[in-house]
């Protein structure tokens, strides 16, 4: 079972990244998919997480109207949009898969991914 997260780097403020959430080793599509993320000192914090099919999405009222978070089943990948980036969404962002769970929670999350770094700059 694995999750990798990609698509982090350094940005400007008001600039965009794409983050993709590749999975193998189980059948994603039976999962929903969460992104979190932490920055230095703080506690994981949800962002987004989509449904198995993808109808359904529940993004954080931090990041509502900025990301936006889609996935292709027939690539085992989740994405998160992040567009008009701002400092405080400096963070190493991580993806995880939930069977049977639809929230906000990391507890309800069965699997992990090593994060990826997003860097904001002012």
């Known amino acids: 079972v694995q999750l990798q997260a990609s698509g982090g780097g350094l940005v400007q403020a008001g600039g965009s990244l794409k983050l993709s959430c590749s999975a193998s080793?189980?059948?994603?599509?039976?999962?929903?998919i969460g992104w979190f993320r932490q920055a230095p000192g703080n506690e994981r914090e949800f962002v987004a997480v989509?449904?198995?099919?993808?109808?359904?999405?529940w993004l954080s009222d931090a990041v509502k109207g900025r990301f936006t978070c889609s996935r292709d089943n027939t690539k085992s990948t989740v994405y998160l949009q992040m567009d008009s980036l701002k400092p405080e969404d400096t963070a190493i962002y991580y993806c995880?898969?939930?069977?049977?769970?639809?929230?906000?929670?990391?507890?309800?999350?069965?699997?992990w991914g090593q994060g990826t770094q997003v860097t904001v700059s002012s």
């Open positions: 989509i449904s198995r099919r993808g109808d359904n999405t």
């Open positions: 080793g189980f059948n994603s599509r039976d999962y929903g």
């Open positions: 995880a898969a939930a069977w049977g769970y639809f929230g906000t929670e990391s507890a309800g999350y069965d699997f």
